[in-house]
């Protein structure tokens, strides 16, 4: 690994292990710092706020240490293809010999094509936010076709990916939620739809309160596998 190369930091801090982040897999998170999005009931608001804090060479020295105890890498955040050296970080990450899922609200298309392109990425978690009608208030960001380019883009690959969408009942309503089942289905993801109720923690980044009822499933249309993670 070349020092100059490598002598940025973006990672806030890490998960030394975790057996719930990537299904089947014995990982560590390395949580990266900063995003392009301001979701309101964002609970990493340390980490979206805060910077990179541990320097590539801990991390590499940490990598080290967990060969043959470890199979997998996720890398989470904020948002971890915000980082320009993403595709090298990658590669050093490949040749340890780690397995690597990425945490994505999948605004960077063509970052994420390259990763998938060169095998450099085995497995990603894609958040879809909201509709385009709810894209802006629920993410603070304009650039949903950005979204579409990478949910196309990997149904296309035929990459290995699931789609989830975090749900707050007084951000998205079960209207909202039935028009991105059809949505996915028109555009033939042919994947489980995992939806997630909102957790209520104090330092979120909108100052949300708790929603007054969970995700209705009873509501939502059935035609695309769902499941509710919590
Ligand atoms: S919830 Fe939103 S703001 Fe928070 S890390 Fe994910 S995309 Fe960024």
């Not at 915000?82 to 340890?96: D, Q």
Request: with cysteine; charged share 25%; hydrophobic share 40%.
């Amino acid at each position: 690994m070349s020092k100059s190369l490598f002598a940025d930091s973006a990672v806030y801090e890490i998960t030394k292990f975790t057996t719930l982040d990537y299904s089947d897999h014995l990982a560590c998170i390395l949580w990266f710092a900063k995003c392009n999005m301001s979701c309101s009931y964002c609970y990493n608001a340390p980490i979206v706020r805060g910077k990179g804090q541990i320097s590539n060479n801990q991390i590499f020295d940490f990598l080290r240490s967990r060969i043959g105890k470890l199979n997998a890498v996720v890398l989470s955040g904020g948002e971890c293809t915000l980082y320009p050296r993403i595709v090298e970080l990658c590669e050093e990450i490949k040749e340890l010999g780690f397995k690597i899922k990425i945490d994505t609200n999948g605004l960077k298309p063509d970052v994420i094509s390259e990763l998938v392109d060169f095998s450099l990425v085995d497995f990603i978690s894609l958040d879809y936010k909201a509709p385009p009608h709810k894209f802006f208030e629920i993410t603070k960001n304009t650039l949903h076709e950005k979204f579409y380019k990478t949910l196309d883009m990997l149904i296309d690959k035929n990459f290995t990916f699931e789609v989830r969408t975090t749900v707050h009942s007084e951000l998205l309503t079960p209207e909202d939620i039935n028009a991105i089942i059809t949505d996915l289905k028109n555009r033939k993801y042919k994947g489980i739809y995992y939806l997630q109720n909102f957790h209520q923690v104090k330092d979120t980044l909108g100052g949300i309160n708790i929603p007054s009822r969970p995700i209705e499933k009873e509501l939502l249309l059935k035609n695309l596998a769902i499941e509710i993670r919590n």
